[in-house]
């Protein structure tokens, strides 16, 4: 056997590793009921930090679906950080506290939120809630997570969706079917397995006692999944709390489409890079399932590039067989091919047939070859700046 066919079959085992952690994750959420968390409202206090910057045309909406939510004990914190709209003064004239936070140097949602912790830890309260500013809460999510993060004794989060306006074309409706990948079938499976999920960046609710303990305070471009890489580390892995519903709208525009698709995809590849041999080498060590399984959630890369390196190293394999023929050039890709589909097809039967049609999902390919420039961007110019994408 030559050297080239040994380094083809030892590439397609390590892709099967993620292959196998996605279909286990489908068969998982499709087969076995979810736990149901209880809303007890019998938390002390709950105080809601919103990061928000330029969100005057929109953040009202999101406001309005969180105060009737409210207790008086509870309140919101509207942190308008780097604002030259009127954010600030839109949550204001709502009744709601909002602090203005300056620096252009240090930009990033992880800022603004370290900003609004010092606010609130005059008078802070039990559990903090983190929400975008861009979201809709649906009614009884606040009690829901507030309630199972008492009980737990760790963050948890809700199921966070983004949407399609009506009418879109193929290309967004497949996006929104990798979302619920990623943020519905995934984290629902992991949870049913009794095991915990990554963070979404919005419907996150921490112990305070607990979140004052992390540093917030970076331009990180995904914090909320370095987040939780956090917490695993410190023996609180989040939980996934599927009843409680967050949901908001993917942009219309293409170039924001772009740039936000760019720093989630630049991102999740970085921490993957950077965090992943770390969470799996100290969950080994301490011999802890729970982060080990985590580590196992974050080795499986974004559903277009999985999908992508899974076709490149089949395609490969088959000409290698071509060349000199081995069985497991052939068996691997059988393997490697036929769970990334089981895992898509279950995914798209039990929670995406509204979103997309069978037909329709065969154009898939097309779609992943379209985010092949961003893949390669990660490698000649990386995003590691945090950039707000521009709302509709």
Not at 128 to 144: E, F, H, K, Q, Y
Not at 256 to 278: C, F, M, Y
Request: aromatic share 6%; net charge positive.
């Amino acid at each position: 056997m030559t050297l080239l066919i040994c380094v083809l079959i030892f590439l397609l085992c390590v892709l099967l590793l993620p292959v196998m952690v996605l279909t286990i994750q489908a068969v998982a959420a499709h087969s076995m009921q979810p736990r149901k968390h209880a809303a007890s409202g019998q938390v002390s206090s709950v105080a809601i930090l919103i990061p928000a910057h330029n969100e005057a045309s929109g953040i009202a909406t999101t406001l309005n679906s969180i105060l009737p939510q409210l207790r008086l004990q509870d309140r919101i914190v509207v942190v308008a950080d780097n604002c030259q709209d009127e954010t600030a003064k839109v949550a204001k004239d709502l009744g709601v506290e909002a602090i203005e936070r300056h620096d252009t140097t240090k930009r990033g949602k992880g800022y603004a939120l370290d900003f609004g912790l010092k606010y609130i830890q005059e008078s802070p309260p039990e559990v903090v809630l983190i929400v975008d500013a861009d979201c809709i809460v649906a009614p009884g999510t606040i009690d829901l997570l507030a309630s199972a993060c008492v009980n737990l004794q760790r963050p948890v989060q809700a199921l966070y969706l983004m949407k399609n306006p009506p009418q879109v074309g193929l290309k967004a409706q497949i996006s929104e079917f990798a979302w619920v990948v990623r943020n519905q079938v995934r984290p629902l499976g992991m949870a049913n397995l009794g095991l915990p999920c990554q963070l979404m960046g919005t419907g996150m609710a921490f112990l305070w006692e607990d979140i004052k303990q992390v540093n917030l305070a970076s331009g990180h471009i995904v914090e909320d999944m370095k987040l939780g890489v956090d917490f695993a580390r410190m023996g609180k892995p989040p939980a996934f709390v599927p009843d409680a519903l967050v949901t908001s709208y993917f942009p219309i525009e293409d170039q924001a489409s772009t740039t936000q698709r760019t720093r989630w995809e630049h991102g999740h590849l970085s921490v993957i890079v950077n965090d992943l041999p770390k969470l799996a080498g100290r969950a080994m060590l301490d011999r802890n399932t729970r982060t080990l399984a985590m580590a196992a959630d974050l080795l499986v890369p974004p559903l277009a590039l999985l999908s992508m390196l899974c076709v490149l190293l089949s395609a490969l394999a088959f000409v290698g067989y071509t060349v000199q023929p081995n069985i497991w050039l052939l068996a691997l890709p059988a393997c490697l091919l036929g769970l990334l589909w089981l895992a898509v097809g279950l995914a798209w039967w039990g929670y995406a047939r509204h979103i997309i049609s069978l037909g329709q999902l065969c154009y898939v390919p097309v779609y992943v070859l379209a985010k092949l420039p961003i893949y390669l961007k990660f490698f000649v110019r990386r995003q590691v700046e945090w950039v707000r994408s521009k709302r509709d």
